[in-house]
């Protein structure tokens, strides 16, 4: 895909206050296959950063079925700081969020630097702030491979009142609001729709009503165990695979709701089967170890 070829491999120090284009893909997915199309800042310079304005800088439109309107900024420190934005389908809006994707549109800046491994500050929702650490691997074709490892992370699952049949729990905070629905048949997991997000996301006593970072995971267990998902953000359109915010809550929450069968370690969507990520608790918060994801780059000469 002409979409996909490799980043420039330029100086570390030339990337600073240089605009990106970034494409990611996960796992075993196919070459060409695209799950986030966003935008990537690099900058050095002090000042404030309009995410709006960045993602209408954005050349074409985002490849089919991904996931898109994402703006990352990175920041030049020690160690780099992160910030990722989900801006309005019609960029008037934006809010950070907790991004995935997004810090591995920034590991992979530092892959083209030639880093084989790197901790970054990533700020999430709710005024916190983590570390990221990432093992970086730039291959023959110019993407990077980035495995991450998100620390001390605080995360609550929370179970909530039921609804129409459906068993409903909710996350608020660090990893973005999420709305997690236990549907009790593959039917009614199958006619789950835009509108019953809409309904039930608009239903809950959020302190902070933010759409932008707004999930519903919609969830069904079968007889032999398997976990079928389908997501959807709150902007009225089911999400095309499945946010790996919404893993890493899914992977809290199969130790907590006896919906989930425990231990559970992937789950089935209409994009093939995810991995959740190993989950291990601390003092300060969860661990979660991502699998190998890769982003490909290319710089948008007109910023």
Known sequence: ???????????????????????????????????????????????????????????GSSPRHAAHGKVVV????????????????????????????GVLAAAGLLADAGRLEATLRVQLPAGVEVEVSARLMRSTTGSASVTQRWMAVPLTVERI??????????????????????????????????????????????????????????????????????????????????????????AVAAARLDWLPPGTRHVRTLDGDLALPDLRQGPRGYQFDFSQSTVSLEPIDEY
């Not at 129409?164 to 593959?186: E, I, K, T």
């Not at 995971?217 to 695979?241: I, Q």
Request: aromatic share 6%.
């Open 1 to 59: 895909m002409a979409q996909l070829r490799a980043s420039l491999s330029v100086p570390a120090e030339t990337l600073a206050d240089q605009l990106l284009q970034f494409w990611t893909r996960h796992g075993d997915d196919p070459r060409g296959k695209v799950r986030t199309h966003g935008i990537v800042l690099h900058r050095r310079l002090p000042g404030r950063v309009d995410p709006a304005r960045l993602a209408a800088l954005a050349p």
């Open 74 to 101: 990175m920041k030049q420190d020690d160690p780099p700081l992160v910030s990722c934005y989900q801006v309005s389908e019609d960029r008037a809006d934006a809010s950070r969020v907790a991004c995935y994707n």
């Open 161 to 250: 009142s039921s609804r129409d049949g459906l068993r409903l729990a909710w996350s608020a905070g660090a990893m973005n609001d999420y709305v997690l629905v236990a549907c009790p048949s593959a039917e009614r997991l199958r006619a789950f729709s835009p509108e019953d997000a809409q309904r039930i996301w608009h239903d809950q006593p959020w302190r902070e009503r933010r759409p932008l970072r707004g999930r519903i995971l919609a969830t069904w267990c079968d007889e032999d165990g398997t976990v079928w998902l389908r997501a959807f953000t709150c902007s009225k359109r089911r999400h095309p695979s499945a946010p790996p915010t919404g893993l890493a809550v899914l």
